[in-house]
């Protein structure tokens, strides 16, 4: 199973909105939407930030959404603050396996 | 509080194995089916193996299948992983996680994640 792909780095001001996407196949992106994204800081572990293509978990800020056509999901961050900055990984179900993107650096300038 | 908590990593030589553990609380622990996720240093996340809440159903991904066992105890509220025969490219942090609520049958997303243990195989 081949990794989604995700640009490696995006940046954006505050106040600003961003978009990551992510490019799967028809055998995974594509079949479901089964699409989550996760948010990592350095040194800590991964966050759910979006399930199910479109969904916040409780405590999620509104700011964070997500979005799906096709193959190719994307994630866009709205109003970016500071600490929004950190690696964006977005993640797919694929029948008996599950495939992750590369990860996008987000840098707030 | 909900909490997942890796244990057993640490330096191994090429060929050798370990065992990893997961302590689950906060929740019911056998409700849930569970992943391993791992990351190597400067790398992305890799799944790496999922087990059913009853143990029924198990999946590996291609880079450790015949290598690696996930197994499940869940008197215990515990997660495992027996790593066999580990190799350099297994170095990693090895994070559990838990799937969160099915859709029509299919794995939710990782919605709660432990902090990680390290491996690191070396000679």
């Known amino acids: 199973q081949s990794a989604l792909t995700q640009p490696a780095s995006v940046s954006g001001s505050p106040g600003q909105s961003i978009t990551i996407s992510c490019t799967g196949t028809?055998?995974?992106?594509?079949?479901?939407?089964?699409v989550s994204w996760y948010q990592q800081h350095p040194g800590k572990a991964p966050k759910l930030m979006i399930y199910e293509v479109s969904k916040r978990p409780s405590g999620v800020s509104n700011r964070f959404s997500g979005s799906k056509s096709g193959n190719t999901a994307s994630l866009t961050i709205s109003g970016l603050q500071a600490e929004d900055e950190a690696d964006y990984y977005c993640?797919?179900?694929?029948?008996?396996?599950?495939?992750f993107g590369g990860g996008t650096k987000l840098t707030v300038l | 509080e909900v909490q997942l908590v890796e244990s057993g990593g640490g330096l191994v030589q090429p060929g050798g194995s370990l065992r990893l553990s997961c302590a689950a609380s906060g929740f019911t622990f056998s409700s849930y089916s569970m992943n391993w996720v791992r990351q190597a240093p400067g790398k992305g996340l890799e799944w790496v193996s999922y087990i059913s809440s009853s143990s029924s159903t198990i999946y590996y991904a291609d880079s450790v299948k015949g290598r690696f066992t996930i197994s499940r105890d869940n008197a215990k509220n515990s997660l495992y992983l027996q790593m066999n025969s580990l190799r350099a490219e297994d170095t990693a942090v090895y994070y559990c996680?838990?799937?969160?609520?099915?859709?029509?049958?299919?794995?939710?997303?990782?919605?709660?994640w432990g902090q990680g243990t390290m491996v690191t195989v070396s000679s």
């Open positions: 996680a838990r799937s969160g609520t099915a859709v029509a049958g299919r794995r939710g997303a990782f919605d709660i």
């Open positions: 993640c797919s179900y694929a029948g008996s396996s599950t495939v």
């Open positions: 028809s055998s995974d992106v594509g079949s479901y939407n089964l």
